[in-house]
């Protein structure tokens, strides 16, 4: 008997869903394209453009980071780079920059704060290249020192941000209080506004911006600094131990004691609740009082400078960079959105934008008409002028940096504001700081 | 010839087919083997602990015998990292700070717990109801719980200083007797920015956050409790101390160490809670050593002292889990 054979139609009549061949055909013609575009392969023309991912942090001063999104948008349509710009809380920043050099993925720009460059240096690469562009040359010295690592730059300078003293007009003129010139008068201003009820606002909590600034300026002013020129650890001095015996009785006799625990917006909330009556600051308080329309607050106040001690008169000024890191895929592109940033017109806006709380970072800026344009906060233009970088005069490098991101002379403060005497706390840091430096 | 090459070719396939069969039937009876299935079964799970854990710890153990910094190389340096910790100041207090944090957390969730679940385990109306709420603070996301707990605590804007100023302030008189006077100003406990109120403050978010987990094990463990055993120690008179003394306790025990221990290796390790609410502050008063080993390896760059601060928590774990699973053994809970 011959057997019929099948019906070939029957055979290839179409079937519900796949078989089993099929499946894996189509699987592993799926995985092979995945594994060539994981594995080296290209990725086809469509799929190229360029995209930069820049990591910044909250800025106090949001239409600042409203102006980086509008330059983003344009930078597109000019470069044809898309530039993903994200912003985190400026105490995470230091954690997402390890991870992503360490991980070798990340953010393709790191705006990093202080001399952080220092901490990540092995991790970035040499900006060489566009460093001397757009007036590059010229960068405030504290700027500079803040991203050349061992004569190479790891970064970009950006901006600078001022701190003074923030303080109610109404008050000291009410309880006739004239502006504190040094330490004597400062703390005289503040027993009288404390009694009154405006005690003075000041963090000395683990707090990237506002504690380390005012603990170092006051330490620098009274002729204190945690190192000598030549990199030796000097803080167990007369001059330290001056600084924290002023700390303590200032602390009992003038300022708001909930301040130990507070960070970089803490007294900006407090000065705007109407709780306190001075506090050190960049312009942050008077841009949001003025943009929340808060008259009563931004109409009666204004700033003046650190007040100055034996050793002169200091501040900070925190300088913020750029860095590419190595791993980035995407350098060239990021180089371009940098100077893109850079471009007068564009820095121009941007410094402008934030109202005196950025400082530029090279001269050419000085006489426009931002600084003159609101006495409350003019002084600013001032700020850079008696700026001094963490480990000052000692290099700002990678100890410094360690140094302060381990809170070693703020806390010297607070150990001595909650009890321990001006010898012990002194002690304590030069141990931690030998612990550090190595010497 | 054609003969011949197809019978060769039939020799191949029937070949071809007898080493295949021999292979499936080895195959075969190998898995049929207990002891070879066995492993074979572990091997997913060997390669998960391999890749996610003896990987990274190996890698950490390294690293903390290196003076690895952040992009960069490290060369080894022995027990540097260690010797430097061991020196410092905010190590030794790190240290005390997360065995005592961890001991007292730990005491009081097991306390506060096992009284919630014997509350718990009674029957009342909304009874079910109530045991879904109390697990709420284990659900929440614990970095959106302690913000809350941030405000709460504030230094300018606490709530609980809030109302302690309007109770003390507060004047009250019953028919023209003075109940209580305005007792003037008071400020309130300095919750975050003193350190012994820093570290009860932390305590307490702890507790708050832990306790459900306690309570909820603590109870299913209850509701396994044989009645009778109750029945027959009130036949006997025993008071209701007595009970929970000699019949409760004994017959949860297991459960209560296993929990116990599993709290106290998660306390111990704990980070986001003192990350969000003082990031160590006031002057290192709240650091452990989780929020230490992060603060040096992330903020300071040095992964190899941060890897090595992050080390000192193995030892007393180990130590904490053996007698676990010594004493677990000795009652006959494997």
């Not at chain 1, 985190?88 to 202080?114: F, H, S, T």
Request: hydrophobic residues 45%; proline residues 5%.
């Amino acid at each position: 008997m011959t057997k019929t054979p099948k019906n070939p139609v029957e055979k290839s009549a179409p079937r519900k869903g796949l078989t089993r061949r099929e499946f894996t055909k189509s699987t592993a013609a799926i995985a092979a394209g995945t594994g060539l575009g994981l594995f080296g392969g290209v990725a086809p023309a469509f799929a190229q453009k360029r995209e930069v991912h820049h990591l910044a942090w909250n800025n106090f001063i949001p239409p600042a980071d409203d102006v980086t999104r509008e330059f983003a948008a344009a930078f597109e349509k000019e470069a044809g780079v898309k530039v993903r710009f994200e912003t985190i809380g400026q105490n995470d920043i230091q954690a997402r920059a390890a991870a992503a050099i360490e991980g070798g993925a990340g953010p393709d720009v790191l705006q990093l704060w202080w001399n952080h460059p220092h901490l990540y240096a092995g991790g970035l690469i040499d900006h060489s290249a566009i460093y001397s562009l757009d007036g590059g040359g010229d960068v405030f010295a504290y700027q500079q020192d803040a991203v050349i690592v061992d004569g190479v730059p790891r970064g970009i300078p950006y901006y600078g941000i001022g701190n003074l003293m923030a303080y109610r007009t109404d008050v000291y003129r009410d309880l006739g209080i004239g502006i504190p010139d040094n330490w004597d008068e400062f703390l005289a201003a503040g027993t009288k506004c404390k009694a009154e009820g405006w005690p003075f606002g000041q963090t000395l909590g683990h707090t990237l911006g506002d504690a380390p600034n005012f603990a170092y300026s006051l330490m620098w002013s009274f002729g204190g600094s945690e190192i000598d020129e030549s990199g030796k650890v000097a803080v167990n001095s007369e001059a330290t131990r001056q600084a924290i015996d002023w700390m303590k009785v200032a602390w009992e006799a003038a300022f708001e004691p909930g301040g130990l625990s507070w960070d970089d917006g803490s007294n900006n909330r407090a000065f705007l609740s109407e709780q306190i009556s001075t506090t050190s600051n960049g312009a942050s308080i008077y841009f949001v009082a003025r943009q929340k329309e808060m008259a009563h607050v931004a109409d009666n106040m204004s700033h003046y400078l650190y007040p100055q001690g034996p050793g002169g008169r200091f501040c900070v000024s925190v300088p913020q960079g750029f860095s590419i890191p190595k791993y980035s895929k995407n350098q060239e592109a990021a180089m371009e959105w940098i100077r893109y940033l850079l471009r007068p017109d564009n820095y121009e806006r941007y410094i402008t934008v934030q109202n005196c709380f950025a400082l530029p970072r090279a001269p050419g800026l000085e006489d426009h008409p931002m600084w003159t344009a609101d006495p409350a906060v003019s002084l600013y233009r001032d700020a850079a002028k008696y700026s001094r970088s963490y480990g000052w005069p000692g290099p700002f490098g990678r100890g410094a940096a360690e140094v302060q991101s381990k809170y070693i002379i703020v806390d010297m403060f607070a150990r001595a504001v909650q009890g321990e005497s001006a010898q012990v706390a002194a002690a304590w840091a030069e141990k931690e700081l030998k612990n550090v430096y190595g010497a | 010839m054609a003969d011949t090459s197809a019978a060769t070719a039939r020799a191949r396939v029937s070949a071809s087919r007898a080493g295949e069969k021999s292979r499936t039937s080895w195959l075969t009876t190998q898995l049929e083997d207990e002891r070879v299935l066995g492993y074979v079964l572990l091997v997913p799970a060997f390669l998960l602990i391999i890749v996610f854990i003896a990987y990274p710890f190996a890698l950490g153990v390294w690293m903390a015998l290196t003076d690895k910094v952040v992009g960069q190389p490290g060369s080894f340096v022995g027990l540097a990292n260690f010797a430097k910790l061991l020196d410092s100041d905010i190590f030794r207090t790190a240290a005390w700070n997360t065995v005592f944090f961890t001991v007292v957390a730990t005491a009081i969730k097991a306390a506060l717990g096992m009284w919630l679940a014997v509350l718990l385990n009674r029957k009342f109306r909304l009874s079910r109801v109530t045991r879904a709420a109390v697990l709420l603070p284990f659900i929440v996301p614990t970095v959106l719980s302690t913000l809350v707990w941030l405000w709460m605590l504030d230094g300018t804007f606490s709530v609980f200083n809030w109302i302690l100023r309007w109770l003390w302030d507060l004047e009250l008189s019953v028919f023209g007797l003075v109940v209580k006077e305005d007792f003037g100003y008071i400020r309130g406990p300095n919750w975050l920015g003193d350190p012994a109120w820093a570290m009860g403050s932390i305590i307490m978010a702890n507790v708050w956050r832990g306790l459900p987990f306690f309570a909820i094990s603590f109870l299913a463990a209850l509701q396994t409790v044989p009645t009778e055993l109750y029945d027959a120690a009130e036949i006997d008179g025993a008071s209701g101390w007595r009970k929970f003394w000699n019949v409760t306790l004994p017959m949860i025990k297991p459960v209560a160490i296993v929990v116990v221990v599993f709290s106290f290796v998660v306390t111990f390790a704990d980070f986001q809670l003192v990350y969000v609410l003082t990031r160590g502050g006031p002057y290192n008063s709240t650091h452990l050593l989780a929020t230490l080993a992060y603060q040096i390896s992330m903020h300071a760059g040095n992964l190899g002292e941060g890897a090595a601060t992050a080390l000192f928590m193995v030892p007393l774990l180990f130590v904490v889990i053996v007698l676990q699973l010594t004493y677990l053994r000795r009652i006959g809970v494997d």
